[in-house]
Each structure stands twice: as structure tokens, then as C-alpha cells.
């Protein structure tokens, strides 16, 4: 038995939770609603302020999709109640990031500024003289994706540290080279 999936999850007093057809579950909360249709296959059922993810039998497919199905549902209630936050460092001499409406302009050492826009359901915010940018969203997966895709612009380097590199991730670093005479 998946220890993760025959969890329940807990629905907070202000989160609401309908289950449609084809196992499409519609998540309501302070701030905003979220909509996921997930494999016919598992068995989800809505008991009160609780959501309860069973499996059908024992197949290997099954058993991967139980945990799968409870985390997804989790991830849901938590980003409709209390939303998800990535935050990135932008290190590097003459590296800065600034915001204008939707538009995200990185100035990463390239001979061209970066201009990424804001996917709908995720906020941006530059802070501290062009060095951090904070990303929200009640989405997990698409707040994870885009803070990927602005990290992926300048990934970190070894050597001196200069790239994008999330708040709590730790660079490695390597001794560079050594002059011999």
C-alpha cells in the first residue's frame, strides 16, 4: 500500500472541493480556483472536510498513480489556500532583471536583453536593486516551470558564481586555473 496515497487530504474550512465527471476535481479558494482531470482509474472520493484517493488492485500502474493522485490534490488544495513562491538570485556583474507590465527583461551578459512574459496565473516581482525575482502562483507545476525556464537563460557557473540560480540551491564551486612559471 502507497504510504502517501492512503493519506487523507484535509480540506480547510475556507478551500471548496467538487468532484465532476470523468474524475475532474474542481478546487475553490481565496485565491482562485484550479481544475484537474486525473486518470479514470483511481478512485476519489470527497467524505466531509477530507479527500480520499483508492486504488483499484495492485498493478504496477496503479500503485504509481495512487501516491501521484493524493500529492496532485494536495498540491491543489494548498496553492488555492495559501499559493506557491520561487524565489531567484540574479548574480553577476551588470546581470539585472527589471519588470514593466507582464514582461520580464533580464540583462544577462548577452548582446541582447532577455524579454520573458509572464505566463496567465503567475505574478513576477523584482526586488532589491534588480537582484531577486519573485514568482507566484497558486499552480505549483506552472510556478516551478517558468522559474526553470528563467533559470535556464544563465544556469549558475562553477567558477565565479554568476547566473540564475533559485534561493535555497547551493553552486558547487571550483578552483579555477593555477599559473605555473
Not at 25 to 35: A, R
Amino acid at each position: 500500500m502507497s504510504r502517501i496515497g492512503k493519506k487523507p487530504v484535509n480540506i480547510p474550512a475556507d478551500v471548496k472541493v467538487e468532484l465532476l465527471e470523468n474524475n475532474t476535481l474542481l478546487v475553490k479558494g481565496k485565491k482562485g480556483e484550479l481544475k484537474k482531470s486525473f486518470v479514470g482509474d483511481m478512485n476519489i472520493k470527497i467524505d466531509g472536510n477530507t479527500v480520499i484517493v483508492e486504488r483499484p488492485n495492485d498493478l504496477k500502474r496503479s500503485k504509481s498513480l495512487h501516491g501521484l493522485t493524493r500529492t496532485l490534490i494536495n498540491n491543489m488544495i494548498l496553492g488555492v489556500s495559501e499559493g506557491y513562491e520561487k524565489i531567484l538570485d540574479v548574480n553577476g556583474v551588470g546581470y539585472k532583471a527589471s519588470k514593466q507590465g507582464k514582461k520580464l527583461t533580464l540583462n544577462l551578459g548577452y548582446s541582447h536583453p532577455v524579454i520573458m512574459e509572464d505566463p496567465e496565473g503567475i505574478e513576477t516581482t523584482v526586488e532589491g536593486e534588480d537582484r531577486v525575482v519573485r514568482i507566484k502562483g497558486i499552480d505549483k507545476e506552472k510556478v516551478g516551470q517558468y522559474a526553470a525556464e528563467i533559470r535556464g537563460m544563465r544556469p549558475p557557473e562553477p567558477y565565479k558564481g554568476k547566473g540564475i540560480k533559485y534561493r535555497e540551491e547551493h553552486i558547487r564551486r571550483k578552483v579555477g586555473k593555477t599559473g605555473k612559471k
